[in-house]
Nanobody, 125 residues
Framework: VQLVESGGGLVQPGGSLRLSCAASGTIFSFNTMGWFRQAPGKEREFVAGISRSGGVTDYTDSVKGRFTISRDNAKNMVYLQMNSLKPEDTAVYYC???????????????????WGQGTQVTVSS
């Protein structure tokens, strides 16, 4: 599976960004998808996950109410809409995929098989 993220950049606190992840080389609708992030000097952390159908989503507490994960199985795309961004959201954001039998979300990075190259998000005034 090949995953390519886009949409990162520099934004002021309180601003918004929409990250996109394009998937190829797989039957996309068979995959649970996730967004993770890694800030300098910190471990990679789960941000949001979405089930195969898109009907189940999960978020880490620090982004609930601000970020929204969605997917378009017809276009092989997954998105992360990020609103009310804070400086602590600054990190490299990664898209991840794992083939799943069940319609479920997964928050553990080691359970994912495929990763994108990452896109930098910087929140600063």
């Amino acid at each position: 599976v090949q995953l390519v993220e886009s949409g990162g950049g520099l934004v002021q606190p309180g601003g918004s960004l929409r990250l996109s992840c394009a998937a190829s080389g797989t039957i996309f609708s068979f995959n649970t998808m996730g967004w993770f992030r890694q800030a300098p000097g910190k471990e990679r952390e789960f941000v949001a996950g979405i089930s195969r159908s898109g009907g189940v989503t999960d978020y880490t507490d620090s982004v609930k109410g601000r970020f929204t994960i969605s997917r378009d199985n017809a276009k092989n795309m997954v998105y992360l809409q990020m609103n009310s961004l804070k400086p602590e959201d600054t990190a490299v954001y990664y898209c991840a995929a794992v083939r799943s039998v069940r319609d479920m979300t997964i928050a553990t990075a080691t359970r994912y098989d495929d990763w994108g190259q990452g896109t930098q998000v910087t929140v600063s005034s």
